[in-house]
Structures are given as C-alpha cells and as structure tokens.
T-cell receptor, first 112, second 114 residues
Framework: EDQVTQSPEALRLQEGESSSLNCSYTVSGLRGLFWYRQDPGKGPEFLFT???AGEEKEKERLKATLTKKESFLHITAPKPEDSATYLCAVQAFYNQGGKLIFGQGTELSVKP | ETGVTQSPTHLIKTRGQQVTLRCSSQ?????VSWYQQALGQGPQFIFQ???????GRGNFPPRFSGLQFPNYSSELNVNALELDDSALYLC?????????????FGSGTRLTVV
C-alpha cells in the first residue's frame, strides 16, 4: 500500500537554528514528490516538486532533496515567518488523474 | 488571475443532514480535485473531475458525490452526515495534463457536524 510518513510531528526551533524535516515514502512507481506549506486555516501552498532520486531544489531558506525512499526539507537559518505545517505528498504513475497521497505533516514553530 | 475560491468558509450541520460545498476553479483550469483534511492530519483524496466526469476516486463511501459544471466550477455533496465528516474540505484546480504538479488549492471549507 502506498504510504507517506513524516517526522518529526512537531519541531520547535530558535530563529537561525537550521534543521531538516523528513518524509519517508512507499509507492509503486513514483511520478512525483511534492512539498507544501500550510498556514492555519488555509489551503496548502506549493513549494517544490521532485521527480527522481538525486534531484534537489531550493527556494530562499528551503532546500528539498530526494532519494529512492525519502525526501528531506532542509531549513537554513529559519525565521519566525517560516512557522507553518509542512506537508509531503507523492503521486504514483498508476494513479488516475492527479491523486496525491499526503503525510500527516510536520508542524514547525520558529521562535525569535 | 483569480485563485481557487471555496464557499462557504465555515459550516455547522447536524448528524444525518446533507451538505453542499462549492469551488470555483482558477481561470484556465479545467480539472478539480477534492480532499478531506481532518484536524492534525494530511489531506485525503476524495475524487477528481475532468470535463464534467469523475476520473478518479479515493476510499470514500458513495454518500460523497460531486459535480463539475461547464464553467469548470464544482460541488461536493455529502449525504447522511456523520460526526467523523467534521474536517476541512479542500478543493484544488489544475490545468489539463498537469496532474498534481499544477494544483492550486483553495482555502477550504471548515465543516463541523454536531
């Protein structure tokens, strides 16, 4: 069964304290792995799509990497405005349409 | 360019009632997907509509149904509401052929069943 597991469930950082979020996945043929940011009461906001092992993408203080079994979202020198829930999702080749399978998310809190 | 608009933003219903949630797609997007997000969980795929036809469905019972209209807007209908249906319901639209890579999510409808 296709599955996505994120860790940790919650992460508290001091401003400037770099860290990484983990996304482990099991899928029959990965079409794409997605990272989203979700603020309270809002819909997910797209961050990155990764398609193959070894791929990396960066955006401001965020960098996403992908292996055959997991993805990491590295946060460098975070700021309080980076506080949000970060969601990881996978899409399989066999899925009809655009079905995404999400993990439960990592709730990140960055204190000044 | 407008984004994805969902209505209403909040809704309280009684167990056993029926509810209709609405979604207006982003301009140029002809595919709409619906997700259910329980508190503290990731979104779960309900179904997707393309050209007014359902073309993918997750593990949800038949009392969850949908429609897509010629202008690509969409409705999610839930019959015989249960307490466990309380969740944030998200709509995502995307252009044809992009799949999830083209998703734009709305802000959701918060449904509370009492």
């Amino acid at each position: 069964e296709d599955q996505v597991t994120q860790s940790p469930e919650a992460l508290r950082l001091q401003e400037g304290e770099s860290s990484s979020l983990n996304c482990s996945y099991t899928v029959s043929g990965l079409r794409g792995l997605f990272w989203y940011r979700q603020d309270p009461g809002k819909g997910p906001e797209f961050l990155f799509t990764l398609y193959s092992a070894g791929e990396e993408k960066e955006k401001e203080r965020l960098k996403a990497t992908l292996t055959k079994k997991e993805s990491f979202l590295h946060i460098t020198a975070p700021k309080p405005e980076d506080s949000a829930t970060y969601l990881c999702a996978v899409q399989a080749f066999y899925n009809q349409g655009g079905k995404l399978i999400f993990g439960q998310g990592t709730e990140l809190s960055v204190k000044p | 360019e407008t984004g994805v608009t969902q209505s209403p933003t909040h809704l309280i219903k009684t167990r056993g009632q029926q509810v209709t949630l609405r979604c207006s797609s982003q301009s140029g997007h002809n595919t709409v997907s619906w997700y259910q997000q329980a508190l503290g969980q990731g979104p779960q795929f309900i179904f997707q509509y393309y050209r007014e036809e359902e073309n993918g469905r997750g593990n949800f019972p038949p009392r969850f149904s949908g429609l897509q209209f010629p202008n690509y807007s969409s409705e999610l209908n839930v019959n015989a509401l249960e307490l466990d249906d309380s969740a944030l319901y998200l709509c995502a639209s995307s252009p044809s052929g992009t799949g999830a890579a083209g998703y734009t999510f709305g802000s959701g409808t918060r449904l509370t069943v009492v």
